[in-house]
Antibody
Framework: EMQLVESGGGLGQPGGSLRLSCSAS????????MNWVRQAPGKGLEWVSY????????YYADSVKGRFTISRDNAQNSLYLQMNSLRAEDTAVYYC??????????????WGQGTMVTVSS | QSVLTQPPSASGTPGQRVTISCSGS????????VYWYQQIPGSAPKLLVY???QRPSGVPDRFSGSKSGTSASLAISGLRSEDEADYYC???????????FGTGTKVTVL
């Protein structure tokens, strides 16, 4: 079964850091573009960041640019999100997603279960 | 920040047809594929429609997507109680160089 499992969420201090991880299984993640999507409590979905299959192309939402860093380790079938300078508005469930890959900027066909990040003092 | 606009809610009785609109611009829906996701409260989103009107394996043909210009829509025919969920449209935005999601529509089965 193809699946994504996120970890690393929890309570972070304003101005502090957290690192999220996403482990892929059931498929070779090195063949796929990956993204992080978040959802604040009671709110809609917000795209956070994209990384190409080889890690050479990266994009960020303006709301996290300069503070978050996406990376991947294809040998470990893993995706990461380093979150620095945390703000209260970063409080959300963070989902790791896989792009189908049939076309550029394709659908998110596999989603993880999400990991909750709470930023509070 | 949601760039795609959806109605906040839609409803219907079992068996009815419900349509959800998604309005964007030339930099997103106008140039790129539209995707639709279904999210049942407490669960992760699930892909419902890709490439404007294609359904992944396992998605009932009661769900259909369409696109025209800078707008798209999702139709649910033969509404069932299990269709109660939040629905989001999405597309790549060439100007923002990122994905944009719709504001979300909560579908209620009366």
């Amino acid at each position: 079964e193809m699946q994504l499992v996120e970890s690393g969420g929890g309570l972070g201090q304003p101005g502090g850091s957290l690192r999220l991880s996403c482990s892929a299984s059931g498929f070779t993640s090195s063949s796929y573009e990956m993204n992080w999507v978040r959802q604040a409590p009671g709110k809609g979905l917000e795209w956070v960041s994209y990384i190409s299959h080889n890690g050479k192309t990266i994009y960020y939402a303006d709301s996290v640019k300069g503070r978050f860093t996406i990376s991947r380790d294809n040998a470990q079938n893993s995706l990461y999100l380093q979150m620095n300078s945390l703000r209260a508005e970063d409080t959300a469930v963070y989902y790791c997603t896989r792009e189908d890959g049939a076309v550029a900027h394709d659908a998110f066909d596999i989603w993880g279960q999400g990991t909750m990040v709470t930023v509070s003092s | 920040q949601s760039v795609l606009t959806q109605p906040p809610s839609a409803s219907g009785t079992p068996g009815q047809r419900v349509t959800i609109s998604c309005s964007g611009s030339s930099s997103n829906i106008g140039r790129n594929y539209v995707y639709w996701y279904q999210q049942i409260p407490g669960s992760a989103p699930k892909l419902l429609v890709y490439k404007n009107n294609q359904r992944p394996s396992g998605v009932p043909d009661r769900f259909s997507g369409s696109k025209s210009g800078t707008s798209a829509s999702l139709a649910i025919s033969g509404l069932r109680s299990e269709d109660e969920a939040d629905y989001y449209c999405a597309a790549w935005d060439d100007s923002l160089r990122g994905y944009v999601f719709g504001t979300g529509t909560k579908v209620t089965v009366l």
